[in-house]
């Protein structure tokens, strides 16, 4: 049996328990025993890190001590998989480089809001975006500093009707990427719980995670 650890908290407004407890049915229906915490100490316990083979972190801000930081980064170099949504894994701890530096990008803004925007599949190859054409997203549509050695999954076409400098950007919304010997996955998608209403926001993300897993 797999087992994952979901952790949550941060800032309230990405309603991080809620969208944590809609995929625990999910993981649960493929046999994982699920751990879900509302406390980063359980990073920095090396030994209990080593048994988790998926960690999904969903904390908006917030800081990393020196132990929780290395005891999870160590956990994925060693081969447990990492896979997470919009600011709860892609705006969690922006003191912490070496995490950032894992999940393959860091949140700066989202220009105008709440808005509606098109997510392009750009690998519709990948068994992650198996049968998943381009769709419509209302939410926040996330401005990101990516890694370059990223493998971009789907990615979106900035209109520049809030910030015209960026007008034309191709930027990506999911990604995975190697660190060390664990798998990352990472979608800008799920601002609150109701966006993984849209199926394709959805499915991606449940792929991702069985994707990422040890």
Not at 121 to 135: A, E, K, L, S
Request: charged share 25%.
């Amino acid at each position: 049996m797999k087992k994952a650890l979901l952790v949550w908290g941060g800032w309230d407004g990405h309603e991080p328990r809620e969208c944590v407890e809609r995929f625990v049915p999910f993981l649960r229906d493929k046999e994982f025993e699920i751990d879900v915490r509302d406390t980063l100490s359980v990073f920095a316990d090396k030994t209990e890190m080593t048994d988790y083979d998926l960690i999904v972190p969903c904390w908006t801000m917030g800081e990393l001590s020196g132990d929780q930081e290395s005891g999870l980064l160590e956990a994925v170099r060693a081969g447990a998989g990492v896979a997470g949504w919009h600011g709860g894994m892609g705006d969690a701890f922006r003191a912490n480089t070496g995490y950032q530096f894992m999940v393959g990008g860091q949140f700066v803004e989202h220009p105008g809001g709440i808005i509606e925007y098109t997510v392009n599949v750009t690998r519709p190859n990948d068994p992650i975006m198996d049968g998943i054409n381009d769709f419509q997203m209302r939410s926040e549509c996330y401005y990101m500093h990516v890694d370059p050695s990223n493998e971009v999954l789907a990615a979106t076409t900035l209109t520049g009707d809030h910030c015209p400098w960026v007008e034309g950007c191709v930027m990506p919304v999911m990604w995975k990427r190697s660190y060390g010997e664990g798998r990352v996955f990472y979608s800008s998608l799920g601002h609150v719980a109701g966006d993984f209403d849209v199926r394709e926001c959805f499915e991606t993300m449940k792929r991702g995670m069985l994707w990422a897993c040890r």
